[in-house]
């Protein structure tokens, strides 16, 4: 079921539309933290209000041009998306400063050389925190944001758990 779920066309739609959220999220996180916008506003916060501008952006496309659930509001389906994301954001903010150690543990002087590219830590840290969260999004986004929501999926896995021989028999939820 796995590799199923992400061989539909909503996949290539969600990874683009998240290109364009990673790429809000980047460019928002670097004005506050590299651009001296906001030289303060520590790099935790920063990722974090970009993240959640990406969010933003990501529900909107993919609500207006991708997943066609009708099952419930779009208020509801936007209520679940920010809770699913808000997991996202934390998850976000958590692995880019934990990158971000590491990289500064690795690169003293606080960037990667790369041939005459030099990248900044903090950018290092950010992108591959952005691309890790990705790969929780798409199956959370698509089996609980743009579909029968959180509540729903509860039920769904406390029934499943009540009748532990319906795993086993093959049945899904």
Same mark, same amino acid.
């Given at each position: 079921?796995?590799? +199923?779920?992400?061989?539909?066309?909503?996949?290539?739609?969600?990874?683009?539309?998240?290109?364009?959220?990673?790429?809000?999220?980047?460019?928002?996180?670097?004005?506050?933290? *590299?651009?001296?916008?906001?030289?303060?506003?520590?790099?935790?916060?920063?990722? !974090?209000? *970009?993240? #959640?501008?990406?969010? &933003? $952006?990501?529900?909107?496309?993919?609500?207006?041009?991708?997943? +066609?659930?009708?099952?419930?509001? #779009?208020? %509801? %389906?936007?209520?679940?998306?920010?809770?699913?994301?808000?997991?996202? $954001?934390?998850?976000?903010?958590?692995?880019?400063? $934990?990158?971000?150690?590491?990289?500064?543990?690795?690169?003293?002087?606080?960037?990667?050389?790369?041939?005459?590219?030099?990248? +900044?830590?903090?950018?290092?840290?950010?992108?591959?925190?952005?691309?890790?969260?990705?790969?929780?999004?798409?199956?959370?986004?698509?089996? &609980?944001?743009?579909?029968?929501?959180? !509540?729903?999926?509860?039920?769904?896995?406390?029934?499943?758990?009540?009748?532990?021989?319906?795993?086993?028999?093959?049945? +899904?939820?």
């Amino acid at each position: 079921m796995t590799t +199923r779920i992400f061989r539909t066309i909503e996949f290539p739609k969600f990874l683009l539309f998240g290109a364009a959220a990673a790429l809000t999220t980047l460019v928002t996180s670097w004005v506050i933290y *590299g651009s001296g916008f906001s030289p303060v506003a520590p790099y935790l916060c920063a990722t !974090g209000l *970009g993240a #959640s501008l990406g969010l &933003i $952006v990501n529900f909107l496309l993919n609500y207006l041009w991708n997943f +066609r659930f009708h099952g419930r509001s #779009s208020s %509801q %389906q936007f209520a679940t998306f920010l809770l699913v994301s808000g997991f996202g $954001v934390l998850l976000t903010a958590l692995v880019s400063e $934990v990158n971000f150690r590491i990289l500064n543990f690795l690169f003293a002087d606080q960037q990667i050389r790369l041939g005459d590219v030099i990248i +900044r830590n903090q950018f290092a840290a950010n992108v591959t925190a952005v691309a890790l969260v990705a790969l929780y999004s798409y199956p959370a986004h698509r089996f &609980i944001s743009f579909n029968v929501g959180l !509540g729903a999926r509860l039920l769904q896995l406390r029934s499943l758990i009540a009748s532990p021989g319906a795993l086993s028999s093959g049945t +899904r939820a």
